[in-house]
């Protein structure tokens, strides 16, 4: 209780008794009153001090909490690091020592296997040795006799279409000097220049070529290269489409291996080149007159200034199909030299190293002995081979 104050009352203040008088009792109630709001003063001062305390305090935990739980989370990831290193080492030595045990193996197996196939040479040559010595007899003369009908057929095809390599002295009517192939009596081209030989030869030439190309890929079943049309001196050559369709695959793809008759190298653009849409190749008339040569002139080169731009376009599909040509017989006779084990003669013509190669496979001595020098050093192999078809 408060204690009590002297009040200028004079009964009240006398009496020692507690206020009874109004005065005094609204006095001392006043007075306990700003008491009272000092004291609620005070306390919501310190209330507002201590929940910024609270606060303050509050937050630190959360931060103190959230460090624990990440050094938690942290640890037990350091831990499952630590297993998972194991869980690694102890994979790998596994796995070593699996290789390990299976190269072992396999070595028990390879040393197995090599005795096996030791005492197997050793028993057919003990119990079987006239069969290694029939098979490779009977693989001999069936080559042989394969050798002989080859080299009859192309024999026969040689006859059909002789080659042969001439050098021209002196100078012909045409302007046409040097070295030539031949092919039936008609020149081929040099190079890729169509107009090193007349019109009309060029194109019975390569025809033949084309027709000759086309026998010998079915004789020798040797790889073709590209695809050619045999139609006299209109025939044609180009790349097929794909392996399952020999057509081109595209008409701008079909390269001609002739000079039509309708223009020759004109330089007026009025006549045009070959029409591919044509039964007859491109030909405006198999009895059209003839008409100026190309190469009377006697210049092996052509003049692309004058002539109209058709012209041009069809002169270099014509170098384009004598290239294709020469590409496909020089890939058959590098085939078929590889195959006897000769070399392509050095210093050689594309088509002179053809007319070569057919004159040996023509013959009936140099093929079965080269041939039988090849199956001597190949005899272990059919010896191998003879042993694992019993097997």
């Known amino acids: 209780m408060m204690s009590k104050k002297p009040s200028n009352c004079a009964i009240c203040d006398n009496s020692n008794r507690a206020s009874?008088?109004?005065?005094?009792?609204?006095?001392?109630?006043?007075?306990?009153?700003?008491?009272?709001?000092?004291l609620e003063s005070r306390r919501d001062l310190l209330y507002s001090k201590l929940s910024v305390v609270l606060a303050a305090k509050g937050k630190t935990d959360d931060q103190l909490n959230w460090k624990i739980r990440q050094n938690e989370k942290l640890t037990n990831l350091k831990e499952k690091l630590r297993r998972s290193k194991e869980q690694l080492a102890q994979g790998k030595a596994k796995i070593e020592r699996v290789s390990h045990d299976l190269k072992v193996k396999y070595g028990m197996l390879e040393s197995v296997r090599g005795t096996l196939e030791k005492n197997r040479v050793e028993q057919l040559e003990k119990f079987y040795p006239n069969l290694i010595v029939t098979l490779s007899s009977g693989h001999r003369a069936i080559t042989s006799d394969r050798l002989h009908k080859q080299s009859v057929v192309i024999k026969q095809i040689c006859k059909l279409f002789p080659q042969r390599h001439v050098n021209l002295e002196g100078e012909r009517r045409d302007g046409s000097s040097g070295?030539?192939?031949?092919?039936?009596?008609?020149?081929?081209?040099?190079?890729?220049?169509?107009?090193?030989?007349?019109?009309?030869?060029?194109?019975?030439?390569?025809?033949?070529?084309?027709?000759?190309?086309?026998?010998?890929?079915?004789?020798?079943?040797?790889?073709?290269?590209?695809?050619?049309?045999?139609?006299?001196?209109?025939?044609?050559?180009?790349?097929?489409?794909?392996?399952?369709?020999?057509?081109?695959?595209?008409?701008?793809?079909?390269?001609?291996?002739?000079?039509?008759?309708?223009?020759?190298?004109?330089?007026?653009?009025?006549?045009?080149?070959?029409?591919?849409?044509?039964?007859?190749?491109?030909?405006?008339?198999?009895?059209?007159?003839?008409?100026?040569?190309?190469?009377?002139?006697?210049?092996?080169?052509?003049?692309?200034?004058?002539?109209?731009?058709?012209?041009?376009?069809?002169?270099?599909?014509?170098?384009?199909?004598?290239?294709?040509?020469?590409?496909?017989?020089?890939?058959?006779?590098?085939?078929?030299?590889?195959?006897?084990?000769?070399?392509?003669?050095?210093?050689?013509?594309?088509?002179?190293?053809?007319?070569?190669?057919?004159?040996?496979?023509?013959?009936?001595k140099e093929v079965p002995s080269v041939m039988s020098l090849k199956m001597a050093c190949s005899r272990i192999e059919i010896f191998f081979l003879t042993i694992k078809c019993e097997g």
């Open 20 to 38: 009874i008088c109004s005065v005094c009792v609204n006095y001392r109630l006043n007075e306990y009153n700003s008491f009272l709001k000092s």
């Open 179 to 364: 070295q030539y192939d031949l092919i039936c009596n008609a020149r081929l081209p040099r190079g890729l220049d169509p107009h090193s030989v007349p019109s009309e030869e060029l194109a019975a030439s390569l025809g033949y070529m084309v027709q000759l190309l086309n026998l010998v890929v079915h004789n020798l079943a040797a790889p073709a290269l590209h695809n050619s049309g045999f139609a006299g001196s209109c025939s044609r050559i180009w790349q097929r489409d794909s392996y399952w369709n020999a057509r081109p695959s595209s008409r701008s793809n079909e390269y001609p291996l002739f000079i039509p008759r309708q223009n020759y190298c004109s330089t007026s653009g009025d006549n045009s080149w070959t029409d591919r849409s044509s039964s007859n190749f491109g030909v405006a008339s198999m009895e059209s007159e003839r008409r100026f040569r190309l190469d009377s002139s006697g210049s092996n080169s052509f003049n692309y200034s004058p002539a109209s731009p058709h012209t041009v376009e069809t002169h270099k599909d014509l170098q384009k199909g004598i290239s294709l040509l020469k590409k496909s017989v020089a890939c058959i006779t590098a085939y078929c030299y590889n195959s006897l084990c000769l070399d392509v003669p050095a210093e050689a013509s594309t088509f002179e190293a053809f007319s070569k190669l057919l004159a040996a496979l023509s013959s009936t």
